[in-house]
């Protein structure tokens, strides 16, 4: 299973941007798609996490101006990031939770990353 992660880049404090995350490879179900930010020298945090069931879950500082949401059809994930501040920029990863089906049907669940996209607000 690979992530494809784009859409970062340059804004302005106040600005937009939305980061897209398609997942592909031998995926049964994808069972929860989240995005995680890392400031440099700090440990990665969750940002936003979506789940199958419909569980949807944001960072205090991010809750009212992020929106995670999914096309299924295209496993992807997004995140619409409004109102950006300078305290948002950072790396951000996509994180997908996927049952595998192996060559010989058998399934597992496991974790994939996304390669991270910069994203970088100025005040």
């Known amino acids: 299973v690979q992530l494809q992660a784009s859409g970062g880049g340059l804004v302005q404090a106040g600005g937009s941007l939305r980061l897209s995350c398609t997942a592909s490879g031998s995926i049964f179900s994808m069972n929860a798609m989240a995005w995680y930010r890392q400031h440099p020298g700090k440990q990665r945090e969750l940002v936003a996490v979506m789940s199958s069931g419909g569980f949807i879950h944001y960072l205090d500082s991010v809750k009212g101006r992020f929106t995670i949401s999914g096309d299924n059809a295209k496993n992807t994930v997004y995140l619409q990031m409004n109102s950006l501040k300078p305290e948002d920029t950072a790396v951000y990863y996509c994180?997908?939770?996927?049952?595998?089906?192996?060559?010989?049907?058998?399934?597992?669940?496991?974790?994939?990353w996304g390669q991270g996209t910069q994203v970088t607000v100025s005040s």
């Open positions: 994180k997908a939770t996927v049952t595998v089906e192996g060559a010989t049907l058998d399934r597992y669940e496991d974790d994939y």
